[in-house]
């Protein structure tokens, strides 16, 4: 049996969370592999992108579910994920982008 992930949000991405969503709606967090913006949590539009047959989702913040790739979900398998915002730049394609702040993931493993 694979042991769950834990997800949670600081205040300040709760906050940055808040003020994405009253412009685009609802969204979900996808945590690439390392390619293009690295291991950066990319916010987008729910229904906008389109996850992979493989992706898994290791759980919710406020409602934002938050997903990686099929290789990826062992490795955050019994982690704790903390999403959290800081200053910087989002994601190339991510809706954190522009804005000053970017979402960046945290675990008990490492800060990516």
């Not at 969503?21 to 967090?29: P, T």
Request: aromatic share 6%; net charge negative; with cysteine.
């Amino acid at each position: 049996m694979t042991k769950a992930t834990l997800v949670e949000a600081t205040a300040e991405a709760r906050a940055l969370l808040d003020e994405i969503r009253a412009e685009a709606g609802e969204v979900l967090f996808h945590v690439s592999g390392g390619c293009c913006d690295g291991t950066q949590p990319m916010c987008y539009p729910a229904g906008e992108f389109r996850l992979g047959a493989g992706d898994v989702k290791l759980g919710e913040v406020a409602g934002a579910g938050i997903w990686v790739s099929g290789a990826q979900a062992p490795i955050w398998a019994g982690q704790l994920l903390t999403l959290d915002a800081g200053p910087g730049r989002g994601g190339v394609f991510s809706l954190d982008n522009g804005r000053g702040r970017r979402f960046i993931a945290r675990s008990t493993a490492c800060s990516l």
